[in-house]
């Protein structure tokens, strides 16, 4: 199963979904591959492969993706981690929608990649981590995917991001067909009445979808500090009732992959 983990709108918790939700997958026995599309390099950094991310020897999607020949080298670019396989980003991706400006089926190559490398053999799970814009590349983790996985703050300011997503998702579809949110995770949930209604207007919104759950995380400090030594909260060296949360979201998603 192919998931795009998306929202425009910066501090969303991007990647801290990512990397959550895909170390309980791997808890659940699945082997996962995180792709890093985002030029900022988050996931990259979230897992420790800080190093990779300025290596000026090492290819990336930024190689890869301009180029129609090199549609089956995904596996070049995987390095492991002790928990899932890792496509890091590079400090090159920042140009890489500037690359893809000008390629024939640019919004495909992520997809194209995928399929050539037969990478749904490989990994039980893909999870792409986009970039915070409704770029080319975020179209291309959308259009290989056919899911959206939706992080969000529980603030009023997130209503305006999930309409753009909703529209550009809705676009996406019309010209490469079906595109499904899943799940929406909100993250830092705190205690007041705003977070409160948003809540509500997230449960309104999404419950209303076929298939799709709303998640709720709490602010943890541990959170941060799994992030800090490369690891997703399962292998952090101290407890954190938001695991449970996360290993819902894994469940949820098994339960979507066998529909």
């Known amino acids: 199963m192919r998931i795009g983990v998306t929202n425009q709108k910066g501090g969303a918790g991007k990647t801290t979904t990512t990397l959550n939700v895909a170390g309980a997958l791997n808890q659940h026995g699945h082997d996962v591959l ?22 000026p020897d090492r290819d990336s999607l930024f190689d890869v993706l301009p180029d129609i020949d090199r549609m089956d080298d995904l596996e070049r670019l995987v390095v492991e981690h002790q928990e899932v396989d890792v496509v890091p ?3 090159r991706m920042i140009n890489a929608e500037d690359e893809l400006a000008n390629v024939m089926k640019r919004e495909e190559r992520l997809d194209m990649l995928l399929n050539e490398s037969d990478a749904d053999q490989r ?5 792409v981590d986009c970039p915070p814009n409704l770029g080319v590349l ?15 703050q529980a603030k009023s300011t997130s209503i305006r991001a999930i309409e753009l997503l909703f529209k550009q998702l809705r676009s996406i579809e ?3 067909g ?27 919104v999404f419950e209303d979808k076929e ?46 992959a066998d529909d």
């Open 138 to 152: 975020t179209d291309n983790a959308i259009v290989a995917t056919g899911n959206a996985l939706i992080p969000a």
């Open 123 to 127: 990994w039980d799970y893909i999870l």
């Open 89 to 91: 980003s590079h400090e």
């Open 174 to 176: 019309s010209a490469f």
């Open 34 to 55: 995180v792709i890093d599309l985002d030029p900022q390099g988050h996931a990259t950094e979230g897992l420790g492969f800080e190093d990779r991310y300025d290596d």
């Open 211 to 256: 298939s799709c759950e709303v998640f709720e995380i709490r602010k943890r400090v541990a959170l941060q500090r799994a992030w800090n030594a490369g690891v997703s909260i399962f292998e952090h060296d101290e407890s954190c009732d938001m695991e449970e949360v996360y290993l819902d979201v894994a469940e949820h998603l098994e339960g979507y």
């Open 178 to 204: 079906e595109v499904d949110e899943i799940a929406l995770v909100a993250n830092e949930v705190g205690v007041d009445g705003e977070a409160e209604e948003m809540m509500a207007w997230f449960k309104d």
